[in-house]
C-alpha cells in the first residue's frame, strides 16, 4: 500500500532538538529495568561531554505496559568517533516516539558503551540482560559483535539488530534466529571493493592491510577472491595489524614492498590516523588507496596533516524509501547530517520497537517471532517509514497490520536476520566538498 505519513508526527519528531542536545558519551546502567515484565521506570539518562547528566522520563502512570529496548554501541576506543553518531541514530526513535505523545505504550531506552573492545562489549551486554532488555541495537563492530552474540545475547534469549556488523560470519551463526542486521555482509562489499578496484580506479594489483579481528580478516578474505577470480587482479600480500599502534611503519613497509598499484586498508579511524600519518611520511600519494567504510571519517584529512585525495572508499549507502524523512528528523535533533551507518541504527532500533509491540511483552524469544512480520512487505499491510512511525506503532499496538520500510534500505530481513538488497557508495575524501568526503557514485547489490 502507498505510504500514509502523518504529518504531525513529523513535525513532532523533527522538533525534539535541543531536548537532549549534543550528546558526546553516553554512561548508562541498565539499572532497576527488571526483568521480562518490564513495567518499572522509564528513564534515559545521558551524559554529555562536560559530563552533565540529563533523564527524560515519559511521565506515564505506571498503567501502561512499558516496551524495553537498548543500544550497544562503541563509544569510546578505535571506533569511538563513528561509533557516537551511530548510537545517536540508535536512540533517535524513542526520542521521536516520546516527542509524538499519544503512545499506546511508554519506554526504558539505556545506552551501554562496548569501547570497541569485546570483553567490555560482553561486560556492557551482561549489564543490559541482567536488567531484561531484550532487544539490542547493536553492537557495531563484527569483532565485538561475533563475540557478544554467542556470550551473552543467544545464551539469555536477547534479539540482537546490529547497524554495522558486516561480517559473513554473523550469516552463519547458530543464533536461534535472534539475530539481525541492517547492515549488508562484506561478502557483498568485498565483491563490490574488486570491482571499484578494476573498473573504476584501473588497477590490476593490490596489497592488502587489515585490522586483525574478525571484520577486517573477512573483508580482506572476500575482496582478494573476488579481486583474484572475478576481476584478474593480482593481491600480492596481506598485511594483518592491531589496533592503535604508536607506528606502522613496519606493516606499510610490508604492504608496499611489491609496488603494488593499490593498497587496500581495512581498519578504524583511530588506528587509521597513523597509518596515514606514517603512509604520507614513506611514500607517493600517487599510489590509489582503497578503504572501507571502518575508515570513512570527515575528521580524518585534519588528523592525519593530508588531504588524501587519493583515498578512496565503499560503504553501505541509506537509500532506504524513508532516507529523506529520516535526514531531517536526525539534523533537528542533532544539528548535523547524518554519516555512516546512523540510518541502519535507526533502522535497527525502528523494527525492534515495533516488533516488541506486536509481541506484547519484553522477551526477546517472542519478539524474534515478530522481526519480519514488521518488516517484511505483507498483503494487506500499511507500509510505515521514518515519517509515520509513531502512527505506525500505535496501529501495530491496535493489531493492524504493518511493514516498515527504512531509511537505509526497504528492510526486508531473509531466512538468515540479512538484508536481501542493499546500495553501496563510491567515494573519496576531498577537502573541498562539503564534509571532506564526495561521492562519485552508487552500486546496486542484489544478495
Given at each position: 500500500m502507498a505510504r500514509n505519513?502523518?504529518?504531525?508526527?513529523?513535525l513532532k519528531g523533527a522538533g525534539t532538538a535541543g531536548v537532549v542536545g549534543l550528546a558526546g558519551c553516553i554512561t548508562q546502567n541498565g539499572g532497576g529495568g527488571g526483568g521480562g515484565g518490564g513495567d518499572g521506570g522509564d528513564t534515559e539518562t545521558e551524559a554529555d561531554d562536560g559530563g552533565m547528566e540529563t533523564t527524560e522520563e515519559d511521565g506515564g502512570s505506571g498503567s501502561m505496559r512499558t516496551v524495553?529496548?537498548?543500544v550497544l554501541m562503541p563509544i569510546t576506543g578505535d571506533l569511538g568517533s563513528l561509533g557516537k553518531p551511530i548510537r545517536d541514530g540508535g536512540t533517535l526513535p524513542v526520542k521521536q516516539l516520546r516527542a509524538a505523545g499519544d503512545m499506546p505504550v511508554e519506554f526504558d531506552q539505556t545506552v551501554e558503551d562496548t569501547q570497541t573492545d569485546p570483553q567490555a562489549g560482553i561486560q556492557a551486554a551482561n549489564s543490559l540482560a541482567n536488567a531484561g532488555y531484550?532487544?539490542?541495537c547493536g553492537p557495531a563492530s563484527s569483532g565485538v559483535n561475533l563475540?557478544?552474540?554467542?556470550?551473552?545475547?543467544?545464551?539469555?534469549?536477547m534479539v540482537g539488530c546490529s547497524p554495522s556488523s558486516t561480517s559473513p560470519n554473523v550469516t552463519t551463526l547458530d543464533d536461534n534466529d535472534l539475530i539481525f542486521r541492517t547492515a549488508p555482509s562484506d561478502a557483498l562489499q568485498g565483491q563490490v571493493m574488486a570491482q571499484v578496484a578494476d573498473e573504476e580506479l584501473g588497477n590490476s594489483s593490490a596489497a592488502v592491510m587489515y585490522v586483525n579481528n574478525d571484520y577486517g580478516q573477512a573483508l580482506a578474505d572476500s575482496f582478494a577472491q573476488s579481486y583474484t577470480e572475478n576481476h584478474s587482479g593480482t593481491v600480492q600480500t596481506q598485511v594483518a595489524f592491531t589496533k592503535e599502534k604508536s607506528s606502522y611503519t613496519s606493516e606499510l613497509s610490508t604492504a608496499m614492498s611489491g609496488s603494488p598499484q593499490m593498497l587496500v586498508v581495512i581498519g578504524y579511524p583511530a588506528s587509521g590516523i597513523q597509518i596515514f600519518r606514517d603512509y604520507y611520511a614513506n611514500y607517493s600519494d600517487d599510489t590509489d588507496i582503497l578503504v572501507t567504510d571502518g575508515l570513512v571519517d570527515s575528521t580524518l584529512p585534519d588528523e592525519v596533516g593530508n588531504d588524501m585525495s587519493n583515498v578512496y572508499a565503499t560503504t553501505p549507502q541509506a537509500?532506504?524509501?524513508g532516507q529523506e524523512e529520516f535526514a531531517q528528523l536526525y539534523e533537528e535533533e542533532y544539528g548535523r547530517a547524518p554519516g555512516v551507518f546512523n540510518a541502519h541504527?535507526?533502522?535497527?532500533?525502528a523494527v525492534c520497537l515495533l516488533a516488541n509491540v506486536k509481541a506484547g511483552e519484553n522477551d526477546g524469544n517472542v519478539i524474534k517471532e515478530e522481526m519480519r512480520a514488521v518488516a517484511n512487505p505483507t498483503d494487506g499491510g500499511t507500509e510505515i517509514t521514518p515519517g509515520n512511525l509513531p502512527e505506525g506503532l500505535r496501529m501495530v499496538a491496535n493489531g493492524e497490520d504493518v511493514y516498515y520500510s527504512g531509511a537505509s534500505s526497504s528492510v526486508n530481513f531473509d531466512e538468515n536476520g540479512d538484508m536481501t538488497a542493499v546500495t553501496y557508495a563510491f567515494l573519496r575524501f576531498n577537502t573541498d566538498a562539503e564534509g571532506n568526503i564526495e561521492t562519485i557514485s552508487t552500486i546496486d547489490f542484489q544478495a
Open positions: 505519513i502523518d504529518r504531525r508526527d513529523v524495553m529496548h537498548s531484550p532487544t539490542v563475540q557478544v552474540t554467542r556470550e551473552v545475547f543467544i545464551p539469555n534469549g537509500t532506504g524509501p541504527a535507526y533502522d535497527a532500533s
